[in-house]
């Protein structure tokens, strides 16, 4: 049964451009963000010195006195950014890399990009140090050579969405040892930093680290949504289809690859490899609109919206104690990658 919501209106503006939208997912996309941004309300005020909701927003909007306008604007507002931001970021590429597999399955954590740019990454903290800029580069470097070499392996004259999976859970698989061996091969200091990158953490975080992250979707967002989102719609009804309908098909593959594995690496450059955000979002979202498509700005929404309540969850789930973001997100996640295979499993798809 089709509900109203899900059908697609078109909007056309005096200069003769169309643009589709469809009521229900702006209305799910505009309530995952005004959720997350609540969330982000509750997890500035949230600490050893904690503030209402109102001191909150009287700080933000440049009326708080002194003291609270240095612990909310320097201490903990960067971090809530980079959570709002990583989790946009995650949701989006999720979108992106399910939507051109064609399979719920099709997370970068599992196809093995969070891993390359994880790589890459170690190599900077355990070279150089590393700065937000000089890791942002090692996490870009690392996910690229990544993409490249599954894409390489996957191809055939043709990519498939299945084949790419598996050369995608092969090299997670090889990635992941390769990271441990890393850390095992660092100092104390750099491999007590690595672990807690790895595990995907939020604390810390200043402006330096968002920069890099911002920057990015300012190009890459717009890129996905505006310049490929219609012929990722049209590809998802059979590469055929989308030939016929004058789609460059291995292009517009190529391209929306390059972009969410960008944004897979800017994210774990500013909060690590946080697990499972990409996988959840965009099959919540879906369901939450009940449309077909990929749903990308829904999705990116969604992402923003679990990242940080993830992080609010990390900062007060223990008393005195506050967890990597990474944690809650694992956890929640790992279960339901568990629900979803049991799913796919009694649909005969896997």
Known sequence: MSLTGTRSRVVRTA???????????????????????VAAVFAIGSGEYPMPPGDVLR???????????????ELRLPRTATALLVGASLGLSGAVFQAVVRNPLGSPD????????AAGALLV??????????????A?????????????LAWRRGMHGYRLVLVGVGTT????????????????????????????SLEGRGWDDVLPLAL???VLVPLVLLGCGRALGMMEMGDDAAYALGVRVEHTRLALLVAGILLVALSAAAAGPVSFVALCAPQLARRLTKAPGPN???????????????????????EGHQLPVGVITGVVGGGYLVWLLATERRAGRI
Do not use: H, K
Not at 110 to 117: C, S, W, Y
């Open 173 to 200: 698989a090889i990635l992941t040892g390769v990271n441990s061996y890393l850390i095992t091969r660092a100092g104390l200091t750099e491999a007590s930093r690595a672990v807690l990158w790895m595990t995907g």
């Open 140 to 152: 870009v470097a690392g996910a690229l050579v990544t993409g490249t070499l599954i894409y390489a």
């Open 110 to 117: 599992i196809l093995g990009f969070t891993n390359g740019a």
């Open 296 to 318: 990308l700005l829904p999705s990116l929404c969604m992402g923003t919206l679990l990242l940080i309540c993830a992080d609010l969850l990390a900062q007060r789930a223990f």
């Open 216 to 218: 990015g979707m300012v």
């Open 59 to 73: 700080t933000l909007l440049g009326q708080g006195d002194p003291a609270d306008a240095f612990i909310v604007n």
């Open 125 to 138: 903290i355990f070279a150089v140090g590393g700065s937000s800029a000089l890791l942002a580069g090692g």
């Open 15 to 37: 200069g003769g451009l169309s643009v589709g939208y469809r009521p229900r997912a702006l209305l799910v996309g505009a309530g995952c963000l005004l959720l997350a941004l």
